[in-house]
């Protein structure tokens, strides 16, 4: 079991989820960590743990997407992990801090949001499914955002006014900015 693995075992076993439906995904994750040793690495076909950062800005008004550009759609910042991560939380700050541009992210240990979804592009041996864990990110030492080369653009939204009405990302603004 490497670091990374036994990290995302300890913290999602440890996770208090916000509500059953959050609870039941934390058990799913746990239960693949506990069968697959691999489970944290993009090469566990077709399940495999994601990392991800959602920025706010200091008093939570606004919140930082980027619109992706394989998906074409607004979404937090997020990826496969990497060999290198250590932490779920060093993977979600270090996917924030490369798709956003921002250096100085600080981000909450603590896991905001798990979601459990299906990649149609993301292998060439076909759809995948992201276990993603989803902390929050709070600014640091700059607040203009680089738009990176898997974006098409990088902006601040009104956190009550954002570019989407995926309830899945709309869970993940409001329990972020509850944490506030």
């Not at 990290?7 to 934390?26: K, N």
């Not at 939570?60 to 990826?79: C, I, M, T």
């Not at 060999?83 to 909450?108: H, K, N």
């Not at 990110?137 to 956190?159: I, Q």
């Amino acid at each position: 079991m490497t670091s990374l693995h036994a990290d995302a075992l300890g913290v999602l076993d440890g996770w208090t989820a916000p509500d059953d439906a959050q609870e039941a995904w934390r058990r799913e994750y746990v239960d693949h960590l506990r069968a697959r040793e691999d489970g944290v690495w993009k090469a566990c076909y077709p399940t495999h743990l994601t990392a991800g950062a959602l920025v706010l800005s200091h008093d939570g008004s606004e919140v930082l997407l980027n619109l992706h550009r394989k998906a074409q759609r607004w979404f937090a910042f997020g990826g496969h992990l990497e060999p290198g991560d250590t932490t779920l939380a060093a993977a979600a700050l270090r996917e924030g801090t490369e798709e956003s541009g921002l250096a100085g992210l600080v981000v909450d240990p603590v896991p905001v949001h798990l979601s459990l979804h299906t990649v149609e592009f993301c292998s060439p041996r076909g759809p995948v499914r992201h276990l993603d864990v989803r902390f929050l990110a709070r600014l640091g030492d700059s607040a203009d955002p680089v738009v990176s080369e898997e974006s098409l653009d990088v902006r601040w939204f009104d956190a009550d006014d954002v570019p989407t009405d995926e309830q899945d990302m709309l869970d993940l603004i409001r329990l972020a900015r509850e944490r506030i």
